[in-house]
């Protein structure tokens, strides 16, 4: 067994007070990751708590323990340990350790390359395509059964992650893994309806804006658009309803850089970035304090939101100049 993840495994038997968290903007991954690791803990007789800044995706709603993510605090804030699953940099936690009135331990559990180590104990591993796929293996070591839900949730990670298994994330490790789960009880067709052909109509009609909107630089190599809160009002959606919207941008033949740059409150505006091949946007979102992946990473970058726009696509069309 590896020693990082006996380490995790020993902290969990040994303890029984524990809160999940994840990064702000929840995505498929950072949901599944917390609830099989809550209800696996729960099947030990843990006690154990998700708290998260940011609220879950209408299109991840139709998993049975969502409501379980919550944003308001526990009635308990003293924690044995501290789960902080998907996130690369703890400063995207958001305010959730503030509000904590003690724990022993954080336990770091990541596959992001940016992960700066930030934990008491930490697994850090970017060979793995999910954190989903991490959790797993946890779940394996400390012998709990894997029911259909918690088989469930991990294959959402898995599945959203690496883009439906087409993303250079995308490894033999986690085929097996998927394999088990569904020899668990998963049901792969009703998961990829559920999060890929179903689409609420106003969803698709800001969807249409961001497409209407999107433009390409003078070479082609640079694709992007915006989600202003002018969008959002006329829809009456709100930013958690742009995921993946990225990557519709990303299939346009040519380009190299996709980015959505998402207006947020309180002069924020949230970035997110998919490249193709050599160009690593893990890079340029760590210069605006994000990260992530090589091919698709984000960041939240304060100002407003034309200049924020002007900024980021320079330091890109420099980056892109280098490859």
Same mark, same amino acid.
């Given at each position: 067994? !590896?020693? @990082? ?7 969990? +038997?040994?303890? +029984? ?25 729960? +099947? ?50 958001? !305010?959730?350790? @503030? ?8 336990? !770091? ?5 940016? !992960? ?139 380009? @190299?850089?996709?980015?959505?740059? @998402? ?58 100049? +280098?490859?």
């Amino acid at each position: 067994m !590896n020693e @990082k993840v006996k380490d995790i495994v020993n902290f969990i +038997k040994s303890h +029984k007070r524990f809160l999940i968290t994840s990064h702000i903007n929840l995505d498929g991954d950072s949901i599944g990751a917390q609830l099989s690791l809550r209800k696996a803990l729960l +099947k030990l007789g843990k006690r154990v708590e998700i708290w998260d800044e940011s609220p879950v995706p209408e299109i991840y709603r139709f998993l049975p323990d969502w409501k379980f993510i919550r944003q308001t605090p526990p009635e308990e804030l003293e924690f044995d340990g501290i789960f902080i699953l998907d996130c690369g940099d703890i400063e995207r936690v958001g !305010n959730i350790l @503030k509000n904590v009135k003690s724990y022993k331990a954080l336990i !770091n559990i990541d596959h992001h390359m940016s !992960n700066q180590s930030f934990g008491d104990l930490n697994w850090v591993d970017i060979g793995m395509s999910s954190t989903s796929e991490m959790i797993f293996y946890i779940v394996e070591e400390l012998n709990i059964e894997i029911d259909p839900e918690i088989a469930t949730y991990i294959y959402v990670g898995i599945l959203t992650d690496t883009g439906s298994f087409r993303f250079a994330n995308t490894t033999s490790s986690c085929f097996l893994v998927a394999s088990k789960l569904i020899s668990y009880g998963v049901k792969p067709k009703e998961i990829a309806e559920a999060i890929f052909y179903k689409i609420s109509f106003k969803r698709l009609k800001l969807l249409g804006l961001v497409l209407a909107n999107s433009k390409l630089t003078e070479d082609g190599i640079i694709i992007y658009s915006d989600v202003t809160k002018k969008m959002l009002d006329e829809t009456k959606t709100d930013i958690s309803d742009t995921e993946d919207f990225v990557n519709f941008l990303k299939f346009v033949e040519g380009a @190299k850089v996709a980015v959505l740059f @998402k207006e947020a409150e309180n002069n924020l505006v949230r970035v997110s970035l998919r490249s193709k091949g050599d160009i690593n946007v893990s890079q340029i979102a760590k210069i605006f304090g994000g990260g992530g992946h090589f091919n698709a990473a984000g960041c939240t970058v304060s100002g407003e939101f034309n200049e924020v726009k002007r900024r980021v696509l320079e330091v890109i069309k420099n980056n892109v100049k +280098k490859t």
